[in-house]
């Protein structure tokens, strides 16, 4: 049963536009939130998390949005760049099992054109 | 900045073979995970190490197994290989196991395909 899920395989967005991308999880057995952008043939690279405990994290560009009632959380990239075109992973670390692991959605594809 | 190194970074080997990965985490952090990651799907969470010590245990195989040892270096040892192993293995890393906001520094991965 995948706990973490993002519903969009793939977005596109204009340069200087907004990007919004979507992840939905399962559970509210989760304290922090993760996005990783993923290029090819190089490992994730986190991004931004957010506390379960917040609704909000900003970091330059990048600002997540945490809506637990929805159980529901977005990343924003605004201006989007070319640059920004990658994977983006959301991400769940879980309270249960040492707050080791990761779980992983299966990934939204942005590509952002001139 | 030092990253997370991961050796081989491709590597190919015949079913039934054995096959081990090596990861080198960033300096002075602990912890150290592995992730499995097939083609079109999200990295799977396979196991953790904590101060040499198992810390998590995910879908990991009972044909593999994995260590950390004393400069906090992990190899993931895969025995009886399978065509379905063919994946990408991620070392990911952090400096501690409730590292601050529950980011884990990952590796560039070793790609494993299996014929």
């Known amino acids: 049963d995948q706990q973490v899920k993002q519903n969009s395989p793939s977005l596109s967005v204009q340069e200087g536009r907004i990007s919004i991308l979507n992840c939905d999880y399962t559970?509210?057995?989760?304290?922090?939130f993760l996005w990783y952008k993923k290029y090819p043939a190089e490992g994730p690279t986190f991004l931004i998390s957010?506390?379960?405990?917040?609704d909000k994290n900003e970091d330059g560009r990048f600002t997540v949005f945490l809506n637990k009632s929805a159980k529901h959380l977005s990343l924003h990239i605004v201006p989007s760049q070319p640059g920004d075109s990658a994977v983006y992973f959301c991400?769940?670390?879980?309270?249960?099992?040492?707050?080791?692991?990761?779980?992983f959605g299966a990934g939204t594809r942005l590509a952002v054109h001139p | 900045a030092a990253g997370v190194i991961q050796s081989p970074r491709h590597l190919i080997k015949e079913k039934r073979e054995t096959a081990t990965l090596k990861c080198y985490p960033i300096?002075?952090?602990?912890?150290v995970y592995w992730y499995q990651q097939g083609p079109g799907q999200d990295p799977q969470f396979l196991i953790s190490?904590?101060?040499?010590?198992?810390?998590d245990k995910g879908s990991i195989p009972d044909r593999f197994s994995a260590q950390q040892f004393s400069d906090y270096h992990s190899e993931l040892n895969m025995s009886s290989l399978e065509l379905g192993d063919s994946a990408l293995y991620f070392c990911?890393?952090?400096?501690?196991?409730?590292?601050?906001?529950?980011?884990?520094?990952f590796g560039p991965g070793t790609r494993l395909t299996v014929l």
């Open positions: 990911a890393s952090s400096l501690g196991r409730l590292a601050g906001g529950g980011e884990q520094f």
């Open positions: 559970n509210s057995m989760f304290d922090y």
């Open positions: 957010i506390s379960s405990i917040k």
């Open positions: 991400a769940a670390r879980p309270f249960s099992g040492g707050y080791n692991k990761l779980i």
């Open positions: 300096p002075r952090h602990d912890t």
């Open positions: 190490f904590y101060e040499k010590m198992q810390s």
